[in-house]
């Protein structure tokens, strides 16, 4: 069987201010080293490759946890917000309201101006759980909340509309399994990093 637990990177400053953070190369707030402060994946996953988006947040937290050898893996960096990137949803809601509604309720397509979609994202996710499913055994992945968002879509068949099908705690380990296809199926979500 071939399990894959996905972590989101730890808290940055645009994180606390509640900013849309997708390309944009933040690092780690001091919060968010704290947060990581004496843990550690749980003992079931030594052993198992680790995988980090190229973005420096990720990198930071795969470091932290003691893994500063973790892949490099493109397919793990985070939406392209385009024009909305850095800015607060809230504020922009607020300003586009008619217009951010719309674009909200595609789901899957839903795009900031000059952005990347969700579906983009699942695609090229996709494309890296086949190879990971090919390769066997147990992976980790740090990476960020969309690309966790997309491996909820395609194990639970959620076109990303409304509310997701199961609500995550954005500082534990989500793991699950890839069939023989590599669509995934939760094993394991919410499970918390484990303290040294």
Known sequence: ??????????????????????RADIPLAPEGRADLSGRRAP?????????????????ETATLLGHGEARVTPALIEIDHGAFEGRRLADIRTERTAAMA???????DYRGPGGESPREVRDR?????????????????VCHKTVIRVVLSLAYDWDMR????VRLD???LHIFALDAAARPAPLRLDQPLERT
């Open 1 to 22: 069987m071939t399990r894959i637990a996905f972590l989101r990177h730890a808290r940055t400053a645009w994180n606390l201010d509640g900013r849309l953070q997708g």
């Open 43 to 59: 003992a079931d996953l030594d052993g198992a490759p680790w995988h980090v988006s190229p973005l420096l947040r990720a990198r």
């Open 102 to 108: 719309e674009l909200e309720a595609l789901g899957l």
């Open 125 to 141: 996710v996709a494309g890296w759980l086949r190879e990971v499913a090919a390769i066997g055994g147990d992976h980790v992945a």
């Open 162 to 165: 409304g509310k997701p099908p």
């Open 170 to 172: 954005w500082t534990g």
